[in-house]
């Protein structure tokens, strides 16, 4: 079992860096604040006698060395990076739970045959630098290294840039390596595990997500005397849009998802109406066909409204992040450590993207939930108990274990 | 009659400092451009003979003396800002015909009892600094100069900073001398004289309007696990408060008027639903009475909304100018003016605001409009017809001359 006291404070020390008023965390991607955490992390590991690698997306691998030196890593890991809402345990718990089971098994005198490595994947939020999980996707092959470099954040400083800046722009090659297996443990992010009251989420895989960038161009025109029936005003199309979208969620049962987290508007002046209005859409579902209806009907709306105001739309696909099934003896690892371990559990899908779903296609996969107070995530209040945190961890090192000796 | 050809190259020459792309003009106020322009216009008036004083809010006074040092000026004028999708005519017209009146006063060799004075109004557009109108209203009273310094862009600059950057923090003070009456020629901004064909429209007032901030305030969480119906989304009250507020400008007949020109979003990350919406409100209508009945329903939708959709709101009123009426001698001088030289033209109150708002508080004042092409303003394409430009500006000299020779 693994130290939970231990686990609890190393998460204090690590919420300390970039922590905000409101008892959350802002440490977004390669700012200053990501490379203080970072830092830490690999003191950490160097500490705990493990030999730390970075690789071009800044990737950061932390390895133990195994029995049998030709048995590929067992990995776990997620990423310490957050929202600028953020909270203090997404992302960085899966983190410090690999570090935990390093320090648990060092402190228990326990070799394994398979080495053992623990991962910080870069930019998963995509937050700062759209899409999410960039850092693994470039790993796993789904997006190139160069476009990668070139996305840019809101002020227009680049993903490579600011990855050299923050002295994290790694020697090994951005590729995927071969892997035994690999496991993340997470907070759900969601109300189920609390509501249900189920200490471990056994996941099964992670819902789709699209991602789009709504561009509405109308003709900008005085506030006073143009009359409102000539305007061809980007408002009056948007929020035809966004009712017609939030009814399309509802029409899509329990599970769809409909969210607009940003908007940018030109010329953005008060007694002139705008130009260009651009929304963030993300839509959600965890069956991959009904995701694609919704990216129709999506689709069909815009075009419609758009029409019927006499605004010009255009649609910028931005992420597609497919539905994805984890590796069924991966799950099953984590299901019968949960039964040894006499948790109660739930299994279930994830309704947030997280680094598995790019790991998981280049090596068997799977993930662990613990309860989310409020299923209160992206924001600062996101909070879970230590019992839970602690739970999560004991099944990560069994799960762990049982794929690194077979 | 003024020289149609020289105003005509006066008002491109000064279009040539922030000419965009597009044909239209980004001067906005007190920025290195608006500096240009104004040190351009400096320089014209004194080859025209004219003495020029700044005061502290930048406003600049170019005079012509008159033959009786008893009389106050007879003063015309306008503002060179623009707004960021600005056009070549609104407001600069109405500063350099006051020019044109007095070089063609110069070439005729005409003297005028009352001295004339051509004004450049600080920060007319308010879409740099918010509220509009604010040099004006200062010199008449109706804001503090304080309030007005402290007034700040996007990015935190302040105006009295930017005033004295560009160096037009004059010694004068920002307070109304008597006059004798005031005019001010502009754009239509609106489509009613071109669609009735008339060359002049002669004003009687302003309609009123009210500018707001509406703040929604929600509860960020994740894009994706967090179950739609416990959301508390800024963009589900948004969507239905922009439905109701075009519903209620629709239902108050074809003056009602309701614009949002600007919406800020926090924390602005595409997979976090927002904590808040900020969002700017123009409500406008000819009648006072009809205006506050709209203000009222603004206040009942919003509190409505948000209270069904579990957000908090908050209503800043940022600005209100009430609905005026101008002098009627000064009406009935531009009347009589445009009577004599036989120009067709309507009785009318302007949709936008002006200068001469503030100004008529203080002073016997009155406007007049000439066509804008398609009713289109506050957009690069902005355009008039040199005939039409010509014309107002032979109905100003006649306006004037009517109020400094009685
Ligand atoms: N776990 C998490 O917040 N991932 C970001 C990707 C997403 O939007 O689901
Ligand atoms: N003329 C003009 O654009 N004035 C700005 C004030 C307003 O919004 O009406």
């Given amino acids: 079992r693994i130290n939970g006291q231990r686990l609890g404070d190393t998460l204090m020390a690590m919420a300390a860096i970039g922590a905000t008023d409101k008892g959350g965390c802002n440490r977004q991607a390669l700012t200053d604040l990501d490379k203080q955490g970072r830092d830490l ?3 950490w590991c160097e500490d705990a006698g493990c030999s730390v690698t970075v690789d071009a997306m800044g990737n950061i691998f932390a390895r133990r060395p195994g029995t049998n030196p030709d048995l590929p890593a067992v990995l776990t890991g997620s990423h310490l990076d957050t929202q600028p809402t953020g909270g203090r345990f997404d992302g960085v718990y899966g983190v410090l739970a690999g570090l935990e089971v390093v320090r648990s098994l060092n402190d228990a005198g326990i070799e394994t045959e398979a080495p053992l490595e623990v991962a910080v994947w870069t930019n998963e939020e995509g937050a700062r630098f759209s899409p999410a999980m960039i850092g693994s996707g470039v790993w796993s092959g789904e997006f190139d290294l160069d476009y990668a470099y070139a996305r840019s954040d809101k002020e227009g400083k680049t993903f490579g840039d600011e990855l050299a800046r923050i002295g994290y722009k790694g020697k090994a090659p951005a590729v995927a390596r071969p892997l035994s297996a ?24 992670v819902q789709g997500m699209h991602w789009y960038d709504l561009t509405l161009i109308g003709q900008p025109c005085h ?36 969210t607009f ?18 929304l963030a859409v993300d839509l ?42 984890f590796d ?69 090192l069994h799960a762990m274990l049982k794929m690194a000796n077979k």
């Fill in 41 to 43: 992390f690999v003191q």
């Fill in 182 to 205: 690999a496991f993340e443990v997470h907070i759900e992010q969601g109300p189920i595990l609390e509501a249900e009251q189920k200490q471990i989420g056994v996941l099964s895989g």
């Fill in 223 to 258: 506030a006073g005397p143009s009359p409102m029936e000539t305007r061809r005003d980007p408002f009056m199309g948007l929020h035809r849009i966004l009712s017609e979208l939030y009814q399309l969620a509802a029409e899509h049962g329990p599970w769809a998802r409909a």
């Fill in 261 to 278: 987290g940003d908007i940018r508007v030109e010329p953005g002046s008060r007694n002139t109406v705008p130009e260009k209005l651009v």
């Fill in 284 to 325: 959600r579902h965890p069956d991959q066909k009904t995701l694609d209806a919704m990216d129709q009907r999506f689709r069909e709306i815009a075009a419609r409204v758009a029409d019927e105001t006499g605004l010009e739309h255009q649609i910028r696909d931005e992420w597609r992040s497919p539905a994805v099934a």
């Fill in 328 to 396: 069924p003896k991966c799950v099953e690892a984590v299901r019968s450590s949960v039964a040894e371990l006499g948790y109660s559990n739930k299994e279930m899908v994830s309704g947030a993207g997280h680094d598995s779903v790019y790991i998981s296609r280049v090596a068997p996969t799977s993930m662990i939930f613990v309860p989310c107070e409020k299923g209160l995530s992206h924001n600062e209040a996101e909070n879970a108990k230590a019992e839970d945190l602690e739970a999560g961890a004991n099944v990560l």
